[in-house]
T-cell receptor, first 113, second 117 residues
C-alpha cells in the first residue's frame, strides 16, 4: 500500500528565503507525481506534474524534482513571498489505468513579511 | 476554458438524511474522481469514473455511491448521513482519453463543504 509522507507539517520562513518542501513515498512503482497548492477552505491548484521518467519540472519560481529510486520528491520555491502562504500537497499516481492519487497530509507554509 | 465546477458549494444536513453532490469536469475530460478531505484523515480517494463506468473505488462504506453521465458530469450520493461525513468533498478531472503524459494531470474543483448536524 502506497504511503506518502510530508514532513514537517508546518513551516514558517521570512519573505525572500529560498525553501525546499519534501515528499517521500513508499512504493516506487509510480506513474507520476503532482504537487498542489491549497488555500484555506479552497480546492487544490495544480502546480507541477512530474512523470516517472522525468527528473524535474520547472514553472516560474517553482522547481520540483523526483528521485523514484529513493522514493523522494522536493518542491523548491525561490524568493518566497507572503502570497506563497498556503498548504502544499504532493500526490502520487500508481502505474495502471486509473486516476487514483495518494496524497500526503501536506505542509502548511507561512511566509512572514 | 472553464475549470472543474462543483455544486452546491455548501450544504448543511442532519444525521440520517441523504445528499447528492454534482461535478462538471473540464470540457473534453473523461475521467472524474472524488475525494473526501477531513482535518484528521487528509485527502482520501472515494472513487473514479471513466466513460460512465466506475474504474476504481476507495475504502468507503456502501453509503457512498456515484455515477457518471454521458456528458462526463458526475454525481456523488451519500445516504444515511453520519456526523463523521462532515468534510470537504473534492472532484477532480483529467483527460485520460489520449495517450501522452500531459493528459494525466488532474485538475480539482473548489469543493463542496458538507456539514452534518
Amino acid at each position: 500500500k502506497q504511503e506518502v509522507t510530508q514532513i514537517p507539517a508546518a513551516l514558517s520562513v521570512p519573505e525572500g528565503e529560498n525553501l525546499v518542501l519534501n515528499c517521500s513515498f513508499t512504493d516506487s512503482a509510480i506513474y507520476n507525481l503532482q504537487w498542489f497548492r491549497q488555500d484555506p477552505g479552497k480546492g487544490l491548484t495544480s502546480l507541477l506534474l512530474i512523470q516517472s521518467s522525468q527528473r524535474e519540472q520547472t514553472s516560474g519560481r517553482l522547481n520540483a524534482s523526483l528521485d523514484k529510486s529513493s522514493g523522494r520528491s522536493t518542491l523548491y520555491i525561490a524568493a518566497s513571498q507572503p502570497g506563497d502562504s498556503a498548504t502544499y500537497l504532493c500526490a502520487v499516481k500508481k502505474t495502471g489505468a486509473n486516476s487514483k492519487l495518494t496524497f500526503g497530509k501536506g505542509i502548511t507554509l507561512s511566509v512572514r513579511p | 476554458k472553464a475549470g472543474v465546477t462543483q455544486t452546491p458549494r455548501y450544504l448543511i444536513k442532519t444525521r440520517g438524511q441523504q445528499v447528492t453532490l454534482s461535478c462538471s469536469p473540464i470540457s473534453g475530460h473523461r475521467s472524474v474522481s472524488w475525494y473526501q478531505q477531513t482535518p484528521g484523515q487528509g485527502l482520501q480517494f472515494l472513487f473514479e469514473y471513466f466513460s460512465e463506468t466506475q474504474r476504481n473505488k476507495g475504502n468507503f462504506p456502501g453509503r457512498f455511491s456515484g455515477r457518471q453521465f454521458s456528458n462526463s458530469r458526475s454525481e456523488m450520493n451519500v445516504s444515511t448521513l453520519e456526523l463523521g461525513d462532515s468534510a470537504l468533498y473534492l472532484c477532480a478531472s483529467s483527460h485520460q482519453l489520449l495517450a501522452g503524459f500531459s493528459y494525466n494531470e488532474q485538475f480539482f474543483g473548489p469543493g463542496t463543504r458538507l456539514t452534518v448536524l
